[in-house]
């Protein structure tokens, strides 16, 4: 399989569904909850694109672009953006739909690198 087949096909998506009790006093998704969702898909990608072992040493930027209210869906789209030797890239975007409307926008976008490792927690190349 070739690298652009490989992103391709470790492309991951999940839909949550956003309940008052990930909330905050603004009824909106925490933006701590966001970052973890966030991470989890990126490890998801990560570990679909390279099938070893993986951990998140970074997370680059993180832009809150739209608040993502109480009552709707999100949409979190992984994609691996950049491979090393060792260490790949992935952007998470995070869209918001509303739940009985056609409406969709991006709200929340971020990069996580990530790092092969072996069984002693050694960073290993990325077959």
Do not use: C, W
Request: net charge positive; proline share 3%.
């Amino acid at each position: 399989m070739t690298k652009e087949e490989r992103i391709i096909s470790s492309t991951t998506t999940i839909f949550k569904a956003v309940f008052p009790n990930t909330t905050n006093h603004y009824h909106t998704l925490f933006g701590g909850t966001a970052m973890q969702l966030m991470d989890e898909t990126a490890f998801i990608t990560a570990t679909r694109y390279s099938r070893q072992q993986m951990v998140t040493v970074s997370s680059d930027r993180i832009d809150f672009k739209k608040p993502i209210p109480a009552g709707t869906i999100v949409e979190l789209v992984g994609k691996v953006t950049y491979t090393g030797t060792t260490s790949l890239k992935v952007r998470v975007d995070i869209y918001v739909e509303e739940m009985y409307s056609d409406s969709r926008e991006k709200a929340v976008s971020g990069e996580f690198t990530f790092v092969a490792i072996d069984n002693q927690k050694k960073p290993v190349k990325i077959i």
